[in-house]
DNA sequence: ATGAAAGCGCTAACAC
DNA sequence: GTGTTAGCGCTTTCAT
């Protein structure tokens, strides 16, 4: 009776004297047909009535919402836009609409997400740099929504699948760089200490070191969040501490951009006096001065690697290689010099 | 019959010997109380089953989804992520979920988007920086859902609510304090030439020069779009053509932090040189090196302001000041030189 | 090629 | 306080 939400099906069937089930032949393109006369009947004054399907009844209908979920530590931390892009990107062509949730690295926010996306009953969710733990997870995949890591790798029967850059090898490869050039006292500096990614790249510090028998000073490792304001912090810290040091290695390009900025702003020049790696190769990366060396995996590729997979699932199709680690790269640019052996490391 | 979706209301009813209609009563804390008892009960094999709502069903039912649309030109744009978590903190406190959409400028594609959202029987759309002529969102009103518009504000009667920069007094603050501090020829580059608010800042600049006599020189006047690719392009092409300038002006804050790396790579100092101010006080203005001044607008908080309005909107309440236009404020940092009278413009 | 009818999971009168 | 009954807008067998 009300005029309110345009139109239902229901009365484009009785505009066109036809049945509900026809009308929803066609908007559906049904494979055995509709007859040539009615289908362009229907489809005039749907047009003409500006109707559209209500994807809420047809998810009921057909239990699938055509929605997944991302849940990501925070968009406006600068390292999470090319990977939601990366997955809106493939969503929209494969007709999906994206709800979008902040955990802050929180567990409780994330399990909140996670469980509000359950209750919209998307189709999938994609997960990105998870924090809840191995407990948590285990339970959720009670609700038998597919699910994909990226970022991070649980005990993989935790998730359908999962796409992580290899935070071991990364570190590993810049640290030893940073080695082989004659530097002896690298700091590093890392993001939040709790988190798994954050451990394997202090392994692969801790292992540059070993590999090349240098022992290890605790003192030159440092630990906080993800942030540049860290970044400039620990460099205050350090240098009040009146340790000395030759180079530094951190968690994230965003603490090492901090870093960059408090060394010259207590007069250390970058690379001269002391060169700095940072990690992940985000965008800013190349709009800092100087450009930041850094350590590269192709986000946005991972993130449309990890939709692919995801819908492969939910279509009920057989994935291959559902867990996969990606090689990261050293990218040198100017906050480390010039090396006659740089091309061996890239 | 199947174990799939965990399982619904009506299950919930049977195993504790109610009908459907109690079950939805204490999901949904109905005021006509259930009884201590069978809501005890109820609860106890909700909880037990990992019982949860199905929204799309409710959806239907009650013909909202507690989901919102908001389209944005691009998520990976710097400018947007922080108004995206605007909305999305606050969407999030009342319980709604928030779907994503990109534009990438382009009319057809913010089209396809917010279209997309009306299938998806979103409860309201947060639209920014639309690109939509006239016409076809005069159209999109017939679809009856309520729309607010951030950064660009067409003809209120096109939305139900809005909130803008004031784009022309933001560029004319910005101008006349360049022209004040002695500059004759300042260059304007502004972002795409076809955009409402590029228009208005341009206005902005010449209103500037009018007001202190100074005629316009068109020859200082580039356009393109609103990256930092192209302020670095525009540098050089005016530096090429061999025009005098003193000073720059960008349409927005990625263009100007691309002007300063091209002015410093070509060995001009800023701003002891040349000074220049950006547009929009991103969160990047303070990492660059030196910091952007720039005029800023607080966008976090208007977005938070549209989605509260948009709220109510959709709770049928009545606003009072539905269409707003903020006042931007000069920001002084390091690529202008400090000057007696700075306190006047902030 | 098309219609009738049941059902998806839920809410909302209305009864008792 | 609780159950019955109709929807909501769609899909999907099963007839015809």
Known sequence: MSEKHGCSIAKIAQICGVSKATVSRVINNNPNGVGEETRKRVLKTIEELKYRPNSLARGVATSHSNMIGLVVPDVSNFFYPKIIRGVMDYMDDVGYSVILGNSDYNPEREAHQLLHMIDKRVDGIILCSGVSNHEFLSDFRKYDVPLGLVGRSFD???????????????????????????????????????????????????????????????????????????????????????????????????????????????????????????????????????????????????????????????????????????????????????????????
């Not at 590269?296 to 993130?303: N, T, W």
């Not at 699932?313 to 050293?330: A, K």
């Open 156 to 346: 993989h029967s935790l998730s359908d699948t999962s796409i992580t850059g290899d935070n071991i090898r990364g570190s590993l490869k810049s640290t030893s760089y940073l080695i082989r050039g004659g530097n002896r006292r690298v700091v590093y500096i890392e993001g939040n200490p709790g988190l798994a990614g954050s451990q394997q790249r202090l392994e692969g510090y801790r292992k540059a070191h070993r590999d090349a028998g240098i022992p290890i000073c605790e003192e030159l490792i440092l630990s906080g969040d993800y942030s540049i304001d860290y970044g400039r912090q620990a460099v205050d810290d350090i240098l009040d501490r009146g340790v000395k040091f030759d180079a530094i290695m951190t968690g994230s390009d965003l603490i090492a951009i901090g870093v960059v900025a408090q060394l010259q702003h207590r007069g250390i020049r970058v690379p001269e006096d002391v060169e700095v790696i940072g990690f992940d190769n985000i965008e800013l990366t190349t709009v800092v001065n100087p450009p930041l060396s850094t350590v590269s995996k192709p986000h946005y590729q991972m993130a449309q690697h990890i939709s692919q997979q995801l819908l492969s699932i939910i279509n009920g199709e057989q994935v291959i290689l559902p867990h996969m680690i990606v090689e990261p790269q050293l990218v040198l640019r100017n906050t480390t010099r010039k090396r006659s052996y740089d091309s061996e490391y890239c």
